[in-house]
Structures are given as C-alpha cells and as structure tokens.
C-alpha cells in the first residue's frame, strides 16, 4: 500500500499540523512516510499545502506531480489540485470553502462539512482532525489507535488534555464524509 496526498487551504486552517499528525500516525504504525509542507511567507491566510506520502515499502522521492488523494479546503486549492490527481483517485473538499464544486468524473469525489461540525462542537480549532476522520474513513492509510498516538507525540504535554476532544473529531469526520454523485 502506498498513498500519495496532498492536502491545501488556507494557512490557519490546521492544513500542516493534519499533514505532520497524518505522518507521525504512519511512522507510529511502522510505515516509510514523507511530509513536505510548503506555504507563502504570510502563512496564516496565504495558501499553504502538504504532500504526506504513506507507504509500507521505501519511497523513492518525496516530490510528485500527480496524487492518489487531494484533500482541498478552499477554492484556489481545488482548482489548482483538481487535474493533479490520478485517474480512479479521491478528491475530498470542504464544503464551507469551496464555491464551484468539483467537476471530475473520474475520480471519487466526497464532501465533507467540517466547518459547519465544528460550529456546533463550538470549536473552531477540530475542524482539521474532522477532516481528518472523514479522509481516514474513504482512505484508511492509518489507523484511529496510530492518530491518538501521533497526538500524544506531537502535541506539547499541556495540550495533551485536548487529545479527547481531537479523537471525538475523528470520529465525528468518519460520520459525516458523504460521497458526491454527479
């Protein structure tokens, strides 16, 4: 299994901590994992992306052009990443960020309303591991027991108390990922 992503939005909306808690599930679940982030120097509001590769066997070079995965939270994002993806690929969006929808036929397309769940867990900072849940229920690269492990070991030690809250997220993503048919 090998699982080339790239997840983007805006800078603020949890794009390169999901990527880096993506990774660190991976290696604490023994797979090769990559993590390349990349933003514009004005980082909170500016573009920013992450290319996470997922693999049980070695990889050859953290740079791709093409991905099995996109997972884009706004709409420069999706029309950027939309014709990058590989034909029989996933294309996962927020539905809050995005104005003209995904028009790709094949590939899968899943919608997911992370930042509506968010409002009403009234915290605004779960909207990436929402997003989290719902890309690990379509693509189960990792597991949720390797997501909680990743927390406590990204995570400073006084933010562990909020790892609950991020897990019951997770799971709240899983729940409301719907896939789009056209």
Same mark, same amino acid.
């Given at each position: 299994? /090998?699982? +080339?992503?790239? =997840?983007?939005?805006? !800078?603020?909306?949890?794009?390169?901590?999901? @990527?880096? *808690?993506?990774?660190?599930?991976?290696?604490?679940?023994?797979?090769?994992?990559?993590?390349?982030?990349?933003?514009?120097?004005?980082?909170?509001?500016?573009?920013?992306?992450?290319?996470?590769?997922?693999?049980?066997?070695?990889?050859?070079?953290?740079?791709?052009?093409?991905?099995?995965?996109?997972?884009?939270?706004?709409?420069?994002?999706?029309? /950027?990443? +939309?014709?990058? =993806?590989?034909?029989? !690929?996933?294309?996962?969006?927020?539905?809050? @960020?995005? *104005?003209?929808?995904?028009?790709?036929?094949?590939?899968?397309?899943?919608?997911?309303?992370?930042?509506?769940?968010?409002?009403?867990?009234?915290?605004?900072?779960?909207?990436?591991?929402?997003?989290?849940?719902?890309?690990?229920?379509?693509?189960?690269?990792?597991?949720?027991?390797?997501?909680?492990?990743?927390?406590?070991?990204?995570?400073?030690?006084?933010?562990?108390?909020? =790892?609950?809250?991020?897990?019951?997220?997770?799971?709240?993503?899983?729940?409301? *990922?719907?896939?789009?048919?056209?």
């Amino acid at each position: 299994m /090998k699982k +080339e992503i790239i =997840i983007s939005g805006f !800078g603020g909306q949890g794009v390169l901590s999901m @990527g880096k *808690i993506l990774a660190y599930s991976g290696l604490m679940e023994d797979k090769e994992v990559t993590w390349m982030p990349a933003y514009g120097p004005e980082q909170r509001g500016g573009t920013a992306n992450v290319t996470v590769i997922v693999s049980d066997e070695r990889i050859s070079s953290p740079i791709l052009s093409k991905y099995d995965i996109a997972v884009v939270l706004n709409q420069p994002s999706l029309e /950027k990443f +939309e014709p990058k =993806i590989k034909s029989g !690929g996933i294309l996962i969006y927020d539905g809050f @960020g995005i *104005i003209n929808p995904p028009t790709r036929k094949d590939i899968t397309v899943y919608r997911i309303d992370a930042m509506d769940k968010a409002a009403e867990m009234k915290n605004g900072k779960v909207f990436n591991m929402i997003v989290l849940g719902g890309l690990l229920k379509v693509a189960p690269v990792v597991s949720n027991k390797g997501v909680e492990k990743a927390l406590f070991k990204t995570l400073p030690e006084r933010h562990h108390a909020l =790892i609950p809250l991020n897990m019951q997220a997770v799971e709240e993503g899983a729940k409301i *990922i719907k896939e789009v048919t056209f």
